[in-house]
């Protein structure tokens, strides 16, 4: 009898950990560890250059349309609003397998030759996956956790960034020195984790966790060891020749680190499940010794008034609330704006600019870290070095951006768009180290571009939560990132593309040569990116200045408690419950005084 009750409780302990807010947190911090894919465009790209005879106009065409696909969310956001996450988390899985797959049948040549268009919808459409992913799991995160929003924007997308470097290092564990095998990696095994933990990914009902602070910052902790030894591992193996085995054993113990919150989500649970087993003793003070007040405890003043409340609340939210009603009068900042009231805001529009420039930039600058290390002739396996550094410091940048920002905010109560134009100059001076390189330079401008792209990204995401709320965040924060492909394509494949290709052909006629004669168009020196970066360097500067206009304009909003509104949802609800359990205090006191 005692087995079978402890086999219960065991059973039952099991459950709350799954249905549990941490293991939900747990199971969304693999699934974004899984969505970086796009990030590893470096390592491979080299390979679909030279099997498909593209030149670096393709190319960077061929990048450009990754960008649009992993930046243009719209449509998983809209499916979001309407579809349970389980769906969207599947339709992503689907789209990252079927994209990358065919682009490793096409590089394998285990298909025929397909057109430049095909292998654009291919790249699109696995590139796109990631949008799922986020969609799917990290607002849902943000729901969940709404007071906590920066340092869980920081986590989930410090993952996606420390992505490329993970699974940099599963590809030598695996499959050794054979690029082209990485790009089968990043399709079936986001899509495996996907489909693993599909129902487990839902949103919760919003409640306080006494420890929720300490819980993140354990979490960072993880995390920031897991990103110090993925860079130990880079530089080392970098430095030394590393054996298969080697590559294993690194690989082991990443994957322990990354399965380290799973420990910090079980023992959450636990503590919960024993106070559970083991209630704190109600206070006598709320105990009714005369049955006679019990009637008139029992009118609900409590639960009229937050029934009063959210009809109130509802009826705030009711044909006014509809897409198209009220476009140009929304209500104050950090209220629920409806879609078109947040896309046609003033905010929002210097948002897509900044994000145009300073984005459009980074993403630039990283699809051609490849062809920067063959232009400034760096070893192969130092380029691949140049694309983890990245990788890494996008993760330090995300996490910087939600954890420091959010504690500087708390103190200070300085504007989150301060940050983020602070990312836009660092990112300009990583492209002026391009454009003038000295020996060693491009591992600092790796930092730097790595470290500005994982900030830029994360304050987007959190600013836009701020400042137009969330009853439409899985939309809005798709739509905010659409300005990243656009400026992706015209600085990534007119001006650099372009520029690019003109150096290599001036080269070639030096040579006596001709287009014709060769198979790919190949440009050495430090002249092939100095002009595009001194654009792309100015680019991110114009950005930065155009955030001052976003600073001004909010600085009156983050000088309040923008938290305000949830805590008292939070409270609200707590209250309802407390009202609820006097009352069958309450009740039980009065039956047993009759009897």
Request: proline fraction near 4%; charge should be positive; aromatic fraction near 12%.
């Amino acid at each position: 009898m005692a087995a079978s009750s402890g086999n219960r409780g065991c059973c039952g302990f099991v459950s709350q950990v799954i249905k549990g807010r941490w293991f939900m947190m747990f199971a969304s911090f693999l699934i974004m560890a899984g969505a970086g894919a796009t990030y590893l465009f470096g390592v491979y790209s080299k390979d679909i250059k030279s099997v498909l005879g593209y030149d670096q106009s393709t190319l960077n065409l061929l990048g450009s349309f990754k960008d649009l696909g992993a930046n243009v969310g719209v449509l998983s956001g809209l499916l979001a609003e309407v579809a349970p996450t389980w769906f969207v988390l599947l339709v992503g899985s689907a789209m990252n397998f079927v994209g990358y797959f065919m682009i490793w049948m096409s590089v394998t040549q285990r298909v025929a030759r397909p057109a430049v268009w095909q292998m654009c919808l291919y790249i699109c459409i696995g590139a796109n996956s990631q949008n799922f992913a986020n969609t799917g799991s990290l607002v849902t995160c943000v729901k969940n956790f709404p007071e906590s929003r920066g340092m869980m924007l920081g986590l989930m997308k410090g993952f996606v960034g420390l992505s490329g470097a993970i699974f940099t290092q599963l590809y030598h564990a695996i499959y050794g020195d054979d690029s082209k095998n990485m790009i089968l990696l990043i399709g079936w095994l986001p899509a495996a984790v996907s489909v693993v933990f599909v129902y487990t990914i839902r949103t919760m009902k919003v409640s306080s966790h006494p420890n929720e602070r300490k819980v993140f910052y354990d979490y960072l902790y993880i995390t920031l060891a897991l990103a110090f030894l993925l860079m130990g591992l880079t530089i080392s193996q970098k430095q030394v020749s590393f054996s298969h085995a080697a590559y294993v054993g690194g690989t082991v113990v990443i994957c322990a680190l990354t399965f380290m919150p799973l420990a910090i989500a079980i023992r959450e649970e636990y503590a919960t499940w024993k106070q559970r087993k083991n209630p704190v003793p109600p206070p006598t003070s709320i105990i009714v010794s005369d049955p006679n007040t019990v009637p008139q405890a029992n009118p609900n003043n409590s639960a009229q008034t937050e029934k009063k409340l959210e009809e109130e609340s509802s009826d705030s939210k009711g044909p006014s609330d509809s897409c198209c009603a009220n476009i140009f009068s929304p209500p104050e900042r950090g209220q629920d704006y409806t879609i078109l009231q947040a896309l046609l805001s003033l905010d929002m529009i210097i948002l897509f600019i900044a994000t145009f420039c300073g984005l459009g930039c980074s993403l630039t600058a990283v699809d051609n870290l490849g062809q920067i290390g063959e232009s400034l002739e760096y070893p192969k396996h130092t380029i691949s070095t140049f694309v983890s550094l990245v990788s890494i410091w996008n993760y330090f940048g995300r996490v910087f951006a939600g954890f420091v920002s959010e504690t500087i905010y708390l103190r200070w109560r300085v504007p989150r768009p301060v940050i983020m134009m602070v990312a836009l100059v660092l990112s300009a001076l990583g492209d002026l180290l391009v454009a003038f390189p000295i020996p060693g330079s491009v591992y600092i401008a790796s930092l730097l571009i790595g470290f500005s792209f994982g900030a830029q990204l994360t304050l987007l995401f959190v600013v836009i939560s701020e400042l137009f709320g969330l009853k439409y965040y899985s939309t809005l924060f798709n739509c905010g990132q659409l300005a990243s492909p656009l400026g992706s394509y015209i600085l990534n494949v007119l001006v650099v593309g372009k520029l690019y290709d003109r150096e290599a052909a001036k080269q070639l006629a030096l040579k006596g040569m001709t287009r014709d004669m060769v198979k790919e168009l190949v440009c050495i020196g430090k002249q092939c990116y100095r002009l595009s970066f001194i654009i792309l360097a100015g680019a991110n500067l114009f950005g930065a200045l155009v955030l001052l206009i976003l600073i001004f304009r909010t600085k009156k909003y983050y000088g309040g408690d923008i938290y305000k509104r949830y805590r008292d949802e939070i409270a609200a609800t707590n209250r309802s419950t407390s009202d609820g359990h006097e009352k069958e205090l309450a009740l039980t006191s009065s039956n047993g005084a009759k009897t």
